[in-house]
């Protein structure tokens, strides 16, 4: 079990619960995004791994991949109906590859038009990703942190280690460029990014934290994956 400043993933998922009992409709409406690239639908399987007492919490799953029509997604069919996770999910499918940041922009879009005050955006190559959602959720509303960074313990590789290293001293963050695959935005701070304007490539997360930054918006740093695969940003 991950845990964070001596708090284990269960007593954060009983904080979550309570304020959610507490604040009853006010509570925060979470969207959870998984942006895939290419036709890989292992993930997909993990989303059934996720804490059942994530399900009353996460309004949506929404899922973006590279794949055409035709594609079909076998571990969603074979899911049982009886899980309250199918029934979260939607899948938009993009012909083709527009671009890492293009399908987040799209992802973020969406997510804004729902009305989601916490929107969790994944990578789905990270492993073991769905480890860290209780950890991303307790910082983003426990917490109330506008934005929250996911770091993975394991998965840096040199070219985004070079990459990340100028934006780690312009942003004063610990983490490497390619552990920005995992996040927490808040309503807020969607609002107040013009997010539609920046990259369409890799480089989009990096952005997206300058201009945090830039706006003297705090962010959270927490280190909740136990492995992950090298990977570069979304």
């Not at 770091?151 to 280690?161: F, M, P, T, V």
Request: with cysteine; hydrophobic share 40%; aromatic share 8%.
């Amino acid at each position: 079990m991950v845990e964070s400043n001596n708090i284990t993933d269960d007593e954060k998922l009983t904080r979550l619960q309570k304020m959610q009992l507490q604040q009853g409709k006010s509570f925060p409406k979470v969207g959870l995004v998984l942006i895939s690239k290419g036709p890989k639908l292992n993930f997909i399987h993990d989303i059934f791994s996720l804490p059942k007492e994530l399900e009353p919490i996460i309004q949506e799953i929404v899922i973006f991949l590279d794949v055409p029509d035709s594609f079909v997604l076998t571990p969603l069919e074979e899911a049982p109906e009886a899980s309250p996770w199918k029934h979260k999910i939607m899948v938009f499918r993009q012909h083709q590859n527009l671009g890492a940041g293009r399908n987040v922009k799209h992802a973020l879009t969406y997510c804004l038009d729902k009305q989601f005050d916490h929107v969790v955006a994944i990578n789905t190559e990270m492993q073991n990703w769905m480890s860290g959602v209780p950890d991303l959720l307790n910082e983003a509303i426990v917490h109330s942190r506008p934005l929250v960074i996911g770091k993975a313990i394991q998965g840096i590789s040199l070219k985004n280690r070079l990459i990340s290293l100028g934006g780690k001293i312009l942003l004063g963050l610990k983490v490497n460029f390619d552990e920005f695959s995992c996040r927490v935005y808040s309503k807020g701070l969607l609002k107040s990014i013009p997010f539609e304007l920046n990259s369409e490539n890799q480089y989009f997360d990096l952005e997206m934290l300058i201009q945090s930054r830039m706006l003297g918006i705090p962010i959270k740093e927490v280190a909740c994956f136990e492995t992950s695969k090298n990977t570069s940003s979304l």
